[in-house]
Structure formats: C-alpha cells, structure tokens
T-cell receptor
Framework: DTAVSQTPKYLVTQMGNDKSIKCEQNLGHDTMYWYKQDSKKFLKIMFSYNNKELIINETVPNRFSPKSPDKAHLNLHINSLELGDSAVYFC??????????????FGEGSRLTVL | AQKITQTQPGMFVQEKEAVTLDCTYDTSDPSYGLFWYKQPSSGEMIFLIYQGSYDQQNATEGRYSLNFQKARKSANLVISASQLGDSAMYFCAMREAIFTNMGRRALTFGSGTRLQVQP
C-alpha cells in the first residue's frame, strides 16, 4: 500500500493551460504539504495544511491554489501555467507526534513540464 | 537567511569506505529537529535519520550516523562502508519548534550533496 500517493506522476502541458495534481495519504496524519523541487534540486515549501486548515502559504504566485477536501487529501491546482512552473512537485504528510518529531513522508513526486 | 547550509555540491567515495556529508544550520529556537533524506536517481525521498536538539546521544541508524555538534550548529551525516547503492542526492533538513505548533512549521531543506560511490 502506498502511504502517500500523487497523480499524475508525469504531466506535460502547454503554457497557459490549467492543471491539477492530486495527493492522498493513508497514514492518518493531520498535516500535509506541497513542496516544489526545481531543476537544481532545491526543495522549497509551498503550502501546508493541518486538518484541512491552511497553515503555511509561502510566497507563491496566486496561480497556485491548494485545496484540502479532507485531512487525507491535498490537491494542487495551477492556473495559466508558465515555463518557470516546470519542476517536480512533492506532496508530503507528517504526524503530530512520533519518534522522529516532524518527519515528512513523501509521495513519489509529480514531474510537471511546461512547453 | 539560509537556515540549512550544505557546502559540498558533490562528493566521491570509494566503495566500502566511510564518507561524511556536511550540514550546518541556523536557528535561535531551542527545540528543533534535524533530518537527513536520500534522493536516488529514481526521484523518491527516503528518510534516513533524525536528531532532536535535546537528544543526548548522536543518532545512528544502521550504516548511517549523525555527528551532532550543537555548539557549532552542525549535523553531519556519516555513511560507513559505502555501497554503490548509496549514490544519490542527500538533503539535510530542519524543523523548528518541534514541541509546539507542530503543524505550523515545515521542514527547511539544504541545497543537497550529490554523492557518487565508485567501485
């Protein structure tokens, strides 16, 4: 069973299009995240939700809109895609407590290519 | 300001030797956690090891150990007996305020070190 699953894994689209990436976790975690990994492999937090409430909203263009219908799901919708949006987008979740306080459990990543 | 610094963009090591990947961090929070993740060429992020700021002993997980020097704010990863499968990107990360406001802090990552293990 995949703990954190993202779909699609690969996404190729034209500039100006709108696309969504879906994420689901079956770990019972309260907190979910979206990270962006650029071409230089740098990982940057975009959003965080805790029990469906938006907690972290980093400086991200408002073309990016996260949605959390319940605490097991966190989707990312991107409007008017630009070339610079090409990246790998990682969904992650973390428990409220545990032996490794704050450990992130990552999905496999969704590679977005904007042409 | 950069919170996590990994100064080695790339490292080479011979198979079966030990290697140290450097990580320094910056925080004024007394309670924080330090993490190392591995990202092989297949792209997934694999958790390796964790060190809490109040932990008395350095963390170890199999061939991985964390050389935690709190006063110097460094948390270097040591991989013993390197294997070809250890070739990957390695990321150091930190979460602040680990005992409060858990959901309100994310992990901050360093820029990574690409390790190549040579036969």
């Amino acid at each position: 069973d995949t703990a954190v699953s993202q779909t699609p894994k690969y996404l190729v689209t034209q500039m100006g299009n709108d696309k969504s990436i879906k994420c689901e976790q079956n770990l019972g975690h309260d907190t979910m995240y979206w990270y962006k990994q650029d071409s230089k492999k740098f990982l940057k937090i975009m959003f965080s939700y805790n029990n469906k409430e938006l907690i972290i909203n980093e400086t991200v263009p408002n073309r990016f809109s996260p949605k959390s219908p319940d605490k097991a799901h966190l989707n990312l919708h991107i409007n008017s895609l630009e070339l610079g949006d090409s990246a790998v987008y990682f969904c992650a979740s973390s428990p409220g407590q545990g032996p490794h306080t704050g450990e992130l459990f990552f999905g496999e990543g969704s590679r977005l290519t904007v042409l | 300001a950069q919170k996590i610094t990994q100064t080695q963009p790339g490292m080479f090591v011979q198979e079966k030797e030990a290697v140290t990947l450097d990580c320094t961090y910056d925080t004024s929070d007394p309670s924080y956690g330090l993490f190392w993740y591995k990202q092989p060429s297949s792209g997934e992020m694999i958790f390796l090891i964790y060190q809490g700021s109040y932990d008395q002993q350095n963390a170890t997980e199999g061939r991985y150990s964390l050389n935690f020097q709190k006063a110097r704010k460094s948390a270097n990863l040591v991989i013993s007996a390197s294997q070809l499968g250890d070739s990957a990107m390695y990321f150091c990360a930190m979460r602040e305020a680990i005992f409060t406001n858990m959901g309100r802090r994310a992990l901050t990552f360093g820029s990574g070190t690409r390790l190549q293990v040579q036969p």
